[in-house]
């Protein structure tokens, strides 16, 4: 079945790793009118008319000038100043607030997006060397950052998470359900599939059984792989996985997980309609497994 989450990553850029560290060919793109370049103030980007803004170089404001690639014949660019402009006036968003449009489409550029605020994340948290504690500088077009005392380099980091649709019962069986938790913080009704981050030394498979175990006292057998998806709030891989359930018994920790619950397809289906239970939007990873799990589109969203 279609993958919503997979609209936000289409038409993807060249990004041409090559170019990063070519300076006469950066500057003559810099000095083509026809680049396009994003603005981003800290980690936020003013859209104009309900899309991204997009401007020739010379509109931009000084920042650190981000290669994102080649698309359409044209060079991408990004330009990542001081947060402060997003408070001189306009409405800024974060990418977070942003995910409805990229996944109706209505935004445009969903994948030079996410690239330019994945980097933007990075070089907002990462100002001193973790080595020595000095300053650092920018290469490679944005995707480096040098550390001026010790000469160490750091690149950009990308945490796996697991994300996991797990079910119990025979396959498409009537009676077959699938475990879906809820956060204390969230609204009443809110539901959504079990998630966390792969720790050192760990599998993903392995990440998926533990999760699921320390959340919701379920344990998981078969595991297997079913798509991902880039999520930069802030640098995050989302790794989508279906878990088989060895056991059902739940007991759920009462720190990340509020409380969790089994649903067969018909009381999915009804609770959803109803709107005592409010699944994620279709722009997430979450929703695509739920609904591959479903054999459908489901009603509702947050």
């Given at each position: ?35 396009r ?10 859209p ?9 170089p ?50 445009g ?44 380099t ?54 998926v ?43 759920v ?10 649903f ?29 799990w ?9």
């Amino acid at each position: 079945m279609t993958q919503p989450h997979l609209r936000i990553v289409e038409n993807p850029h060249d990004r041409i790793g090559v170019r990063r560290k070519d300076e006469a060919w950066l500057e003559e793109r810099w000095a083509d009118r026809a680049t396009r370049v994003l603005v981003v103030a800290g980690t936020r980007v003013q859209p104009r008319d309900g899309r991204l803004d997009w401007v020739a170089p010379d509109e931009a404001p000084d920042g650190v000038r981000v290669l994102l690639g080649e698309r359409d014949g044209q060079a991408w660019f990004a330009v990542v100043t001081d947060a402060g402009l997003a408070k001189e006036g306009g409405d800024w968003f974060g990418v977070r607030d942003l995910l409805a449009p990229l996944a109706d489409g209505t935004l445009g550029d969903g994948a030079l997006l996410l690239h330019a605020i994945g980097l933007a994340e990075w070089l907002f948290v990462t100002r001193f060397c973790p080595r020595c504690g000095g300053g650092l500088e920018p290469r490679a077009a944005g995707h480096e950052l040098r550390c001026t005392q010790c000469g160490r380099t750091q690149f950009p980091r990308t945490d796996p998470a697991v994300i996991m649709i797990v079910a119990a019962g025979e396959p498409g069986a009537e009676d077959e359900r699938c475990l879906l938790g809820r956060q204390a913080v969230w609204p009443a009704g809110r539901f959504s599939t079990l998630a966390g981050f792969c720790e050192p030394g760990e599998t993903l498979e392995d990440a998926v059984r533990r999760e699921v175990a320390e959340e919701t006292g379920v344990l998981v057998g078969d595991v297997e792989y079913f798509g991902n998806q880039p999520w930069p709030l802030p640098a995050s891989l989302m790794l989508g996985f279906i878990g088989r359930a060895t056991s059902t018994e739940i007991e759920v920790d009462q720190d990340e997980i509020e409380e969790a619950r089994w649903f067969t397809r018909a009381e999915l289906r009804a609770e959803a309609e109803s709107g005592r239970v409010v699944l994620p939007r279709g722009v997430s990873i979450s929703r695509s497994l739920v609904e591959h799990w479903y054999g459908g589109p489901l009603p509702g969203q947050w």
